[in-house]
């Protein structure tokens, strides 16, 4: 562990899926899915990677797994590279990285019982000195996520969806993982039972110090368990910033459409809702300058032409929008 590092430092990842076609399976053209991404999660820390469906979060969560290279970019941990780690030396990554996926039903095998879901992490990577140890690890498990311990003997499918999470979450814990990337771990589940998963993820990293990559398109979950949010569109991040100044003074204007859907406490409360028009460009042929301008009301020239960069516009908040530096004869709306 190195204290003056980050725990995760992620720079300039990009992932480009190739298309092939023809006679011959040529490469006719690319998925842009992930086009230079930038961001770092400290200990104990969770980033929230938010975005509409298709913009590339779960690409980023699934690089960092080391579950395909990547295009171009350098993943590190805790200050070593492991996106060039030879196959050899990702066991001990993978034992201090793990993930937690969207749908707990089909992530966890349905014909083991949960003492062998959660036994197999803990022998594979030689965490338990004999039987007795290995069931009191076990134990201790589901403990810690909350469920009796006289479960283990269920199948998944004997759980509720709530349930099958916490196991998942529990599978996640048994190496001792430093790191836990949640892909949109929350997005299946009720409303209740969505609070209490967050609650226990929360409880967990405070008492286990965990970092958390939290995957989510939904902001008014982020807003209750993250520290830091980054906001994608079409394979970028268009602002980064801690969770209090993105929520009170978001700066780009995807941003502040994303926001102005999020349902609020107080029924009575009036809220100007941005309604984004036009449908997300094809990551297969992103648009020039701005990936967003083709839906921004206030996009000019500049947009279309020159890409903006994450840019500080504030105390430890990134945006990357031309608006900045427009003079204010071309920020007025091109439509109501």
């Known amino acids: 562990m190195k204290a003056d ?10 992932k480009h899926f190739p298309i ?37 979060k779960s690409t980023v969560g699934r690089a960092i797994l080391r579950l395909f ?16 780690m030879r196959a050899g030396r990702l066991r001990a990554m993978r034992k201090r990285v793990q993930v937690v996926f969207q749908d707990p039903f089909s992530s966890l095998n349905p014909r083991m019982r ?11 990577f030689g965490m338990a000195s004999g039987r007795r140890d290995l069931t009191a690890r076990v134990g201790a498990l589901m403990d810690k996520v909350r469920l009796p311990r006289e479960a283990i003997n269920r199948f998944p499918h004997e759980f509720s969806g709530g349930q099958r999470q916490r196991i998942g979450i529990a599978r996640a814990l048994a190496p001792g993982a430093d790191l836990i990337i949640c892909d949109e771990a929350v997005s299946a589940l009720d409303v209740s039972v969505k609070a209490q ?5 929360a409880d967990l990293q405070d008492e286990l110090g965990l970092a958390l990559l939290f995957i989510s398109h939904d902001l008014a ?10 906001v ?11 969770r209090r100044s993105l929520f009170a003074r978001p700066h780009h204007p995807y941003t502040r ?34 990936r967003f301008h083709t839906r921004c009301a206030y996009a000019f020239d500049r947009c279309r032409a020159q890409e903006p960069v994450l840019r500080l516009i504030a105390d430890m908040h990134l945006s990357a929008c031309h608006l900045d530096e427009a003079p204010e004869e071309q920020v007025v709306p091109l439509t109501v």
Request: glycine share 12%.
């Open 232 to 242: 994608m569109y079409l394979g970028k991040i268009v602002e980064l910033a801690d």
């Open 20 to 56: 092939h076609g023809g006679l011959f399976g040529r490469e006719t053209g690319r998925v842009y899915a992930v086009d230079g991404v930038t961001f770092s999660i400290q200990r104990g820390e969770t980033l929230s990677l938010v975005g509409e469906s298709g913009c590339g």
């Open 221 to 230: 979950t982020v807003e209750h368990l993250t520290h830091r949010v980054a």
């Open 257 to 290: 459409a994303l926001l102005s859907a999020v349902p609020v406490p107080d029924p009575t409360a009036k809220r100007q809702r941005i309604i984004l028009t036009g449908d997300v460009p094809s990551p297969i042929n992103p648009p020039s300058g701005c």
């Open 197 to 201: 998963i967050i609650n226990l993820l």
């Open 114 to 124: 949960v003492r062998d879901i959660l036994a197999e992490p803990l022998i594979n």
């Open 5 to 14: 590092v980050p725990l995760l430092e992620v720079n300039g990842l990009k």
């Open 69 to 84: 290279r990547l295009t171009d970019g350098e993943v590190y941990l805790d200050g070593e590279r492991i996106d060039t």
